[in-house]
């Protein structure tokens, strides 16, 4: 174990921080990505079950997280989402993390969430349309995107509870 994993264990210690919350600090991409989804999923007021399903499956595939690490990282980013003025912090993070690849896999998971409930809201359309827009992601590609995510199929699905997996509702 080096000097800085003992130092940052004593500050975990210290300050009650467990090691997997560490994990999702303000500069982590994961974070800032995972923070918009919930804003996504959240804009017109209601969070579908199809949504909450749709986003945890994202988030386990994309990251390679199991359940609870996932719960964690969901309620980092509605933290961070409710402190945030605005999409300029997390997309800052993500212009510095991501590859033009990676911020078009951006609008495309969010495009991916918003259409698992089968309605598209302007409110979701003005966001994911201004997330682009901050990410450098060209309307055309944009539209693309959003053309390509409505064509794949909707599985339809039951949910428990909200942020809710199969796994960890029965804990």
């Known amino acids: 174990?080096?000097?800085?994993?003992?130092?940052?264990?004593?500050?975990?210690?210290?300050?009650?921080?467990?090691?997997?919350?560490?994990?999702?600090?303000?500069?982590?991409?994961?974070?800032?990505?995972?923070?918009?989804?919930?804003?996504?999923?959240?804009?017109?007021?209601?969070?579908?079950?199809?949504?909450?399903?749709?986003?945890?499956?994202i988030i386990e595939a994309r990251f390679g997280l199991?359940?609870?690490?996932?719960?964690?990282?969901?309620?980092?980013?509605?933290?961070?989402?409710?402190?945030?003025?605005?999409?300029?912090h997390f997309t800052t993070v993500l212009k510095r993390e991501?590859?033009?690849?990676?911020?078009?896999?951006?609008?495309?998971?969010?495009?991916?969430v918003v259409f698992a409930d089968g309605t598209v809201t302007e409110f979701e359309e003005n966001v994911v349309w201004r997330v682009a827009e901050l990410l450098g992601v060209s309307t055309r590609d944009r539209v693309m995107l959003r053309q390509k995510v409505a064509e794949e199929p909707r599985p339809e699905a039951a949910v428990d509870g909200p942020w809710s997996s199969p796994a960890s509702s029965k804990a």
């Open 1 to 57: 174990m080096s000097i800085f994993d003992s130092l940052r264990n004593f500050i975990a210690d210290t300050t009650g921080r467990t090691a997997t919350a560490a994990a999702f600090e303000d500069g982590d991409y994961r974070l800032a990505t995972v923070a918009l989804l919930v804003h996504v999923a959240n804009v017109d007021g209601m969070v579908d079950p199809l949504e909450r399903q749709r986003l945890r499956e």
């Open 66 to 88: 199991d359940a609870a690490t996932t719960t964690q990282l969901i309620e980092a980013a509605e933290q961070s989402d409710r402190e945030a003025v605005d999409f300029f």
């Open 98 to 112: 991501l590859d033009d690849d990676g911020r078009h896999k951006i609008i495309e998971m969010m495009w991916d």
